[in-house]
């Protein structure tokens, strides 16, 4: 079955600079891979998503970026602020129009505690 | 539009006590699933079901049991909690289509088995 390993675990940048958290997924048969932030005590909401015939997306100071040949995405926040300090979770999926069976499940990282100081 | 629900917030139980987490979800979302978050593991896939009859097990099944008899309604059921059980639990239901699974979750309950 699917694997996705997160890295880091942790990570602590001073507001303004850039972040990063890395991902890799096992299964070649995945095409669907989002991403979750999680504030403190609250439930994952998606932030933006990625599908595997695209290479890179963007949404303002947030973007994800996808090589499939390596397996491994990656999350990208520009220009950081204190509202994002979160735990952030990536995740594979197969998704497609012909549901069905465990194609719906997500596989998740363990996360990544990001930490921005002011 | 309330999205996915989940009762109660809390809960304690002692070893041994049976429960069952509520789930409802108002968006006509065949998938649902419930997770289990534990500090450093992520969230693990306990259970999952891809319409009204139908259940399979996820990643750490043990210990717990669903049933699906509607559409709307996804309970978890511990039948004799553990304190190994102590964990947040979630309840998500997936939009699917458009070749994405976007899964939206609930609140989240807090049980602590002692």
């Known amino acids: 079955g699917e694997n996705v390993e997160q890295h880091p675990s942790t990570l602590s940048v001073q507001e303004g600079d850039s972040a990063v958290i890395k991902c890799t997924y096992s299964?070649?048969?995945?095409?669907?891979f989002p991403w979750y932030k999680q504030e403190l005590g609250k439930r994952p909401q998606l932030i933006i998503d990625i599908r595997s015939n695209v290479g890179e997306k963007k949404d303002q100071r947030i973007a994800v970026t996808l090589n499939k040949t390596a397996k491994h995405f990656s999350l990208h926040i520009t220009e950081t602020q204190p509202e994002d300090s979160a735990v952030y979770f990536c995740?594979?999926?197969?998704?497609?129009?012909?549901?069905?069976?465990?194609?719906?499940?997500?596989?998740f990282g363990k996360g990544t505690k990001l930490s921005v100081k002011p | 539009n309330a999205g996915v629900t989940q009762t109660p917030k809390f809960q304690v139980l002692k070893t041994g006590q049976s429960m069952t987490l509520q789930c409802a979800q108002d968006?006509?979302?065949?998938?649902m699933s419930w997770y289990r978050q534990d500090p450093g593991m992520g969230l693990r896939l306990i259970h999952y079901?891809?319409?009204?009859?139908?259940?399979d097990q996820g990643e750490v099944p043990n210990g717990y049991n669903v049933s699906r008899s509607t559409t709307e309604d996804f309970p978890l059921r511990l039948l004799s909690a553990a304190p190994s059980q102590t964990s947040v639990y979630f309840c998500?239901?997936?939009?699917?289509?458009?070749?994405?699974?976007?899964?939206?979750f609930g609140a989240g309950t807090r049980l602590s088995v002692l």
């Open positions: 995740a594979a999926s197969i998704a497609g129009t012909n549901y069905g069976g465990s194609q719906g499940n997500l596989i």
């Open positions: 079901s891809v319409g009204a009859g139908i259940t």
């Open positions: 299964d070649s048969a995945s095409n669907y």
């Open positions: 998500a239901s997936t939009q699917t289509g458009m070749a994405k699974n976007i899964q939206y």
């Open positions: 968006m006509n979302h065949e998938y």
